[in-house]
C-alpha cells in the first residue's frame, strides 16, 4: 500500500547544485503536502509544506512545486550544501492523522 | 523542553520475548504516533491515537498493541517478537488540527534474532 511514490531512491550532487526530489499521489483527497529531512540516527522533522490549493511555496533555499492536475509535487533544494546531505520524505495528510502516509524516501549526498 | 522522548535507544530481543516501547511528549499535543522505518520502505503507521483514551490502528498493526496512558505518554507493546518485527520505531505527536506537522523522537532501534 504505497499511496505515495518517491523518486530518485538517491541523489548526488556537487555542493551548489541544484537537488530535485519528485513526488507523486493517488488520493485526491489529501489535503497537505509536507516533506520531512531525516539526519543518521535522528528521527524525521518537518521542512517544508504546502497545500493543493498553492502551486508553489518557498522558504529559503527550499521550493515545493505543486501540480495539482499530474498529483505530483517536487522538493528543490537550491545551492545544495554539504549539510543538505540528509534522507528527505514526502508525504501526504488527509484529515486526522490517521491518514498520513510517507513516500519511501530520498537519499542526498552533497560532495563538497 | 525535551520534546519527544523514547527509550530504550537500542534493543536486542529472542524470537517470543515480550517488551514495551515507551514514549512521552512535553508539547501538549493532542495526538501521538508510532511508527516503524524499514529500509526502502518510509516510515508506515504502526497504530495512531487522536487523544487520550483513542487508539486507532494503522497500515502495519499486526503484533503490536498500545496503551495511551495519559495526554503525554503512548506506549507500543510487542507481545511475542518476531524477525520480521526488526526495524526502528519512532513515536511521534502532533496537535490534533496539524497532523502534517508531527515531532518525532529519536528512535529505538529493535533487533529480534
Known amino acids: 500500500q504505497q499511496q505515495v511514490k518517491q523518486s530518485p531512491q538517491s541523489l548526488i550532487v556537487q555542493k551548489g547544485g541544484i537537488s530535485i526530489i519528485n513526488c507523486a499521489y493517488e488520493?485526491?483527497?489529501?489535503?497537505?503536502f509536507p516533506w520531512y529531512q531525516q539526519f543518521p540516527g535522528k528521527g524525521p522533522a518537518l521542512l517544508i509544506a504546502?497545500?493543493?490549493?498553492?502551486s508553489e511555496k518557498k522558504e529559503g533555499r527550499f521550493t515545493i512545486s505543486f501540480n495539482k492536475s499530474a498529483k505530483q509535487f517536487s522538493l528543490h533544494i537550491m545551492d545544495s550544501q554539504p549539510g543538505d546531505s540528509a534522507t528527505y520524505f514526502c508525504?501526504?495528510?488527509?484529515?486526522?492523522?490517521?491518514?498520513?502516509?510517507f513516500g519511501p524516501g530520498t537519499r542526498l549526498s552533497v560532495l563538497p | 523542553n525535551a520534546g519527544v522522548t523514547q527509550t530504550p535507544k537500542f534493543q536486542v530481543l529472542k524470537t517470543g520475548q515480550s517488551m514495551t516501547l515507551q514514549c512521552a511528549q512535553d508539547m501538549n499535543h493532542n495526538s501521538m504516533y508510532w511508527y516503524r522505518q524499514d529500509p526502502g520502505m518510509g516510515l508506515r503507521l504502526i497504530y495512531y491515537?487522536?487523544?487520550?483514551?483513542?487508539?486507532d490502528k494503522g497500515e502495519v498493526p499486526n503484533g503490536y498493541n498500545v496503551s495511551r496512558l495519559n495526554k503525554r505518554e503512548f506506549s507500543l507493546r510487542l507481545e511475542s517478537a518476531a524477525p520480521s518485527q526488526t526495524s526502528v520505531y519512532f513515536c511521534?505527536?502532533?496537535?490534533?488540527?496539524?497532523?502534517?506537522?508531527?515531532?518525532f523522537g529519536p528512535g529505538t532501534r529493535l533487533t529480534v534474532t
Open positions: 504546502i497545500r493543493p490549493d498553492v
Open positions: 491515537s487522536a487523544s487520550e483514551g483513542t487508539t
Open positions: 488520493n485526491t483527497a489529501f489535503d497537505y
Open positions: 508525504a501526504a495528510s488527509k484529515g486526522d492523522g490517521q491518514n498520513f502516509v
Open positions: 511521534a505527536s502532533s496537535f490534533v488540527d496539524s497532523p502534517y506537522e508531527q515531532y
